[in-house]
């Protein structure tokens, strides 16, 4: 299966799957890593009235920034060491075509629009992702990073089970992914499966945050 990318988009999720997909992975990291500053991935169900955001930060200069409205969804991805930020590309040539219902996105400072490698967007009803199409001089199999960065949002539990235990060195029960994945509510027992150190009350202003379902 070819993976994702601004060169093979077909398989990535449509806005609201995805924001669902991005809300989960966000509670798992707080699952599994309560110190905020080292987590990947993080979502706010209120970042602004209407808006929620999605993020991921890697610690080595990549990033990526979604922004979900009542129109759909704007994406915009860094990787800092690819061969678009390599050749300076001017970011306004990634926003060129965006529609006006995203165009406040890159006035936002808390996403850095300048650092941009490629930039996604989709509404609610449209049938597939729009780009431009930003081309460097080279040979790379990932030119502006985005498959580095959206192959990771297959929405595959095992993908993101195999990333975490790398990445968090622990041992990541698939079973409990996948019960977020599927956003089965909260509950103790299901996240001690994957901290045992944490119980319900202790990640309630996470779970208020990240608006995830929890057990009346």
């Known amino acids: ?46 970042w602004s009235d209407g808006e929620q955001m999605a993020s991921m930060r890697d610690g080595e200069g990549d990033d990526f920034f979604a ?13 800092h060491d690819c061969p678009v930020a390599a050749a300076d590309v001017d970011p306004a040539k990634h926003y060129d075509a965006l529609p006006p219902e995203y165009s406040y996105c890159i006035l936002e ?38 498959e580095y960065l959206l192959s990771a949002l297959d929405g595959n539990p095992e993908t993101y089970r195999e990333w975490a235990e790398e990445y968090y060195e622990v041992s990541v029960s698939l079973q409990a ?25 202790l990640l309630r202003d996470e779970i208020r945050e990240i608006k995830y379902p929890t057990q009346s």
């Not at 909260?186 to 001690?192: A, K, V």
Request: charge should be negative; hydrophobic fraction near 40%; charged fraction near 20%.
């Open 177 to 201: 992914v996948k019960a977020i994945f599927d956003q089965q509510p909260l509950t103790d027992e299901l996240i001690s499966a994957l901290n045992p150190e944490l119980r319900l009350k």
């Open 1 to 46: 299966m070819s993976l994702i990318s601004t060169r093979n988009l077909s398989p990535f999720s449509n806005p609201a799957a995805l924001r669902e997909l991005l809300r989960s992975m966000a509670m798992l990291d707080a699952i599994l890593c309560p110190e905020w500053e080292y987590r990947y991935y993080s979502f706010d169900a209120a």
């Open 109 to 146: 400072p808390a996403i850095s629009p300048a650092d941009v490698t490629f930039c996604l967007w989709r509404g609610f009803k449209d049938s597939a992702w729009h780009h431009n199409s930003v081309r460097v001089p080279n040979e790379d199999d990932d030119p502006d990073g985005s």
């Open 67 to 79: 922004v979900f409205n009542a129109q759909g969804c704007f994406f915009k991805g860094f990787v």
